[in-house]
């Protein structure tokens, strides 16, 4: 997954604004600063509290531009996003979900949509996309 910045530069240095997400916005003083940055502010963007029920849209495609830069969610953040974003899209619980998904603790499902501790096994992915066709792990990833 894949969010977009355009890149401004200014005497002092650089600063960045998101092109889908309005409202976040980060500097630096060169550019590799900037480029750090900018993915450090994306994911905590991102990182929602396990009670929002904010979605966030998402990224767009082909955004070709001297200024825009590509930045790269961190897996862990990008696979608790959508699986909350699917959550919420159902108009379900955490502990609906809990359920449907067969998952006994519901400290278990809590830890798949913490973007610091989500980190499923490759058969828990494998088991979670054949319930959740929309959750795609090439989307994910990339």
């Known amino acids: 997954m894949k969010y977009h910045f355009k890149i401004h530069r200014e005497k002092n240095g650089y600063w960045a604004e ?15 600063d900037l480029l750090d940055n900018m993915k450090e502010s994306l994911d905590l963007y991102l990182s929602e509290p396990q009670s ?3 979605i966030f849209p998402e990224p767009r ?26 959550r919420l899209q159902r108009n379900l619980t955490q502990k609906a979900m809990m ?33 959740l066709p929309e959750l795609s792990v090439v989307k994910i990833f990339g």
């Open 18 to 32: 998101f092109i889908e997400l309005v409202g976040c916005r980060t500097q630096g003083h060169d550019r590799q």
């Open 52 to 54: 929002s029920v904010v």
């Open 61 to 86: 495609k082909n955004l070709k531009s001297k200024n825009i830069v590509e930045v790269q969610v961190s897996p862990t953040v990008a696979f608790a996003l959508q699986l909350r974003k699917i």
């Open 99 to 131: 359920s449907f998904l067969g998952i006994l603790h519901l400290s278990n499902y809590q830890r798949l949509e913490n973007p610091k501790k989500a980190n499923p096994e490759l058969k828990t992915l494998f088991e979670l996309q054949n319930q």
